[in-house]
């Protein structure tokens, strides 16, 4: 059997509300850059799950700036 070296794209796992919370603040106020400077009431592990979240489902690039998908409403 032939394994690849190519990591597995697994989602990451955080809780819903935390998820929709984060989405309807952003809501106000899309900034240009989406990190974890903009995280301050979340734990770090919410944050990294967060951002795990938003790039997996394509709603930031590899630079962390919103997509298109993110910022339609």
Not at 7 to 17: A, D, G, Q, S, T
């Amino acid at each position: 059997m032939d394994e690849s070296k190519e990591p597995k794209n697994v989602p990451p796992y955080l809780p819903y509300k935390t998820f929709k919370s984060f989405l309807e603040g952003l809501r106000v106020a899309m900034p240009a850059r989406i990190d974890r400077s903009i995280m301050g009431s979340m734990s770090g592990g919410a944050q990294t799950l967060l951002i795990a979240a938003l790039k997996y489902l394509s709603l930031t690039t590899p630079q962390d700036a919103p997509t298109e998908k993110l910022t339609r409403k």
